[in-house]
């Protein structure tokens, strides 16, 4: 009796997981190798892998009902709303984390201040740009351009020397990358003339640094619209707009494991 009232308890409590609407990351412990396999094979989000441990996946609530049926025991570890309650901040900002706009400002002044050193341009518009170009003004918000630095002692010149490259953020909700390619553009800037390394490698070699391959995502997540958005925001659909929710989003592609426009 106690195993039919649980059951029915567990199954209104997952048929009820649509109204809640938002994803979490369930962990399954113990996968074997074809339990993984079957998750990575049918495209599940994948958020860490330990074989023979655990697996998470990034999934959304309505979906869970689907694990369960599979016949799975799985544990919820955490949700989206528990990401943004541990926020310093609700503002429309990840604190800690540059915007655009942030990045933006920081690399036209490291060129100003550095001019000797660093060429700033840009190699291309994000998606939303385009769209928003084209008259669409769903896309007003996301006009981005591409960034690109160019670090090397003679900048102006196109040198016979090796060539280094730093990007970041292909995945919009990984905006550490980013974080770590400012901190090494930084570092090299800072250190140029006074470290011995260093100033070798800005004087026999070019590097560049593309801080924000995704620029339209990584606003996507810094504003907290939906803080798991790994793509961009290709209208795949068609339909004129971002199409959010559901468990596989109908828009973007994900820059790096498609490498597509």
């Known amino acids: 009796m106690k195993k039919t009232i649980f059951t029915l308890l567990v199954f209104v409590l997952l048929v009820s997981v649509p109204l809640l609407a938002e994803k979490v990351i ?33 999934i959304h609530e309505e979906k869970l009902t689907e694990i369960y049926q599979l016949g799975y025991d799985f544990t919820i570890v955490d949700s989206e709303s528990k990401m943004k309650e541990n926020l310093v901040t609700r503002a429309k900002d990840i604190y800690g984390y540059r915007s655009y706009d942030d990045m933006k ?36 918000d996301y006009q981005h351009d591409i960034w690109c630095v160019k670090l090397s002692d003679n900048v102006i010149s196109n040198e016979d020397e090796p060539n280094i490259i730093f990007d970041g953020e292909h995945h919009a909700r990984e905006p550490i990358s980013m974080e770590m390619t400012m901190l090494i553009l930084n570092y090299l800037v800072d250190n140029y003339g006074i470290d011995p390394d260093v100033t070798y490698w800005i004087d026999n070699a070019q590097i560049w640094f593309v801080p924000l391959v995704n620029p339209d995502g990584h606003k996507i997540v810094i504003d907290q619209t939906d803080m798991s958005w790994r793509k961009n925001i290709r209208d795949n659909d068609e339909n004129g707009q971002i199409t959010w929710g559901g468990y596989y989003y109908p828009d973007g592609v994900d820059p790096n494991r498609n490498y597509g426009p």
């Open 26 to 58: 369930i962990r399954i412990d113990n996968p074997s190798r074809a339990t993984a396999a079957y998750f990575m094979e049918n495209n599940y989000d994948i958020a860490s892998y330990y074989p023979d441990k655990y697996i998470d996946i990034f």
């Open 105 to 140: 400002t920081e690399l036209l002044q490291l060129a100003f201040n550095h001019s000797d050193i660093i060429n700033v341009t840009t190699i291309g518009e994000s998606r939303g740009k385009e769209y928003a170009a084209a008259g669409n003004s769903n896309y007003n």
